[in-house]
């Protein structure tokens, strides 16, 4: 509402999450995927900010864009996100833990790549809607290995963890980027591979992030 008081450019910073599982196994998935946000109040409350975007563009004629990056990951995570936390693991010979199979699947989208297409979203017109993915997908049990390779213990195993997958697991996530490049020329830099290194380079030379404080509403 202050950006329409005051004739400011919002750019909605949403989430691959708001799209649940893929409907299109093995294919990238485009903004016109359905939203079947599934994984916790998070993706949901994204999803219903998403269409609050929308219904201010649709209503009021706001200038506001929802762009969508998938699954971001880079130095200054703290220890609670996956790649700190395997990373951390594999350089003291420390096992592995995974849900379920770990046969679930991510679009991982270097940091810097995600900073690069939000400063670039202002140019997007009024009411658009953007994804932030490379078009690669990967399963947490490929991280790992990468991870363990690239922490130079490559005779450790990869501990799976017996218990049960968590609630509403989404099954794979894989987000195309062709409608951001039409628009703005964006495109992701750094994949996957290149992206491991530069993290465990990063945090060997920082050492341990503090998680953040969550707040217990319990």
Known sequence: MACRQFGVKLIHTSTSEVYGSSQTPGKPMT??????AQAGTYAVSKAGADLLCRMAFMTEG??????????????????EKLFPRFISLATFGEPLTIYGDGEQKRDYVWVEDVADAIWKARYLEAGDIVNIGTENSYTINEIAEYIIKACGNKGMKVHAKKAAPRPAEVKELNGSFKRMNYLTAWKPTVYLEEGIRKCVDWYTAQGYIVPPKILNWG
């Not at 903004?31 to 079947?36: A, K």
């Not at 706001?62 to 200054?76: A, C, E, I, K, L």
């Open 62 to 79: 706001q200038d506001v864009v929802v762009v969508r990056p998938f699954n971001m990951y880079g130095p200054h995570q703290s220890m």
């Open 31 to 36: 903004e016109e995927h359905p939203i079947l």
